[in-house]
């Protein structure tokens, strides 16, 4: 349908918790089609609808060759974890290593209200998790070290995207739920 802008770090809408979708219509059915087609033309690996200015609780992934979407998603997570460096499409060119679990089983809805599961391990349990963190206001950048995260804030204020003007929106480390580090 259409390619849109995403948004970059340091709009307010990245770091907002977005609202469950409870309308499945023509409207819902767009915003995925405008999602995957704006993943695609990126590309990226996944993108949610916050990147796209909509706090909706919707994201779409393209891992292995495989294309789809889940809405409303609720997780469960391995305890076992990895390291891998992550990037993001609203943090342009950039990637640190990020420790997420290993595997995911989430639940939740197609763009038609149905239930969906997927469940994977390795680039699509890191791409669910990352876009899930998407629709509760958290940036992988709020997962790293410490001192990679000290890292990281510099390479954005150094990148050339990066407005020094936009809004920003601060959360600590230290305000992110125990149970996502």
């Known amino acids: 349908m259409a390619i849109l802008p995403i948004r970059l770090f340091g709009d307010p809408v990245l770091r907002t918790p977005a609202a ?3 309308t499945f219509d023509k409207e819902l059915r767009r915003l995925v089609q405008d999602l995957t087609d704006t993943m695609l033309d990126a ?5 949610a609808a916050p990147q796209l200015g909509v706090s909706l609780r ?17 997780l469960d997570l391995s305890d076992e974890t990895q390291d891998g ?3 993001c499409l609203s943090i342009p060119d ?3 290593p990020t420790r997420r ?11 038609y209200g149905e239930p969906v599961t997927i469940s994977g391990s390795d680039l699509l349990a890191r791409c669910v998790q990352h876009e899930t963190d998407h629709l509760d206001g958290v940036l992988f950048v709020d997962r790293l070290d410490p001192q990679v995260r000290k890292e990281a804030m ?3 204020r150094e990148a050339e995207w990066f407005a020094e003007d936009a809004p920003q929106v601060k959360v600590s480390p230290h305000q992110i739920s125990a149970r996502w580090l």
């Open 85 to 87: 460096d992550e990037g």
């Open 94 to 96: 950039l990637a640190f």
């Open 20 to 22: 469950p979708v409870e």
């Open 58 to 74: 919707v994201f779409t992934w393209w891992v292995d060759d495989e294309i789809g979407h889940l809405i409303n998603p609720v």
């Open 154 to 156: 510099k390479a954005i």
């Open 43 to 47: 590309p990226g690996a996944g993108l």
């Open 101 to 111: 679990a290993l595997q995911v089983v989430a639940t939740g809805q197609n763009m």
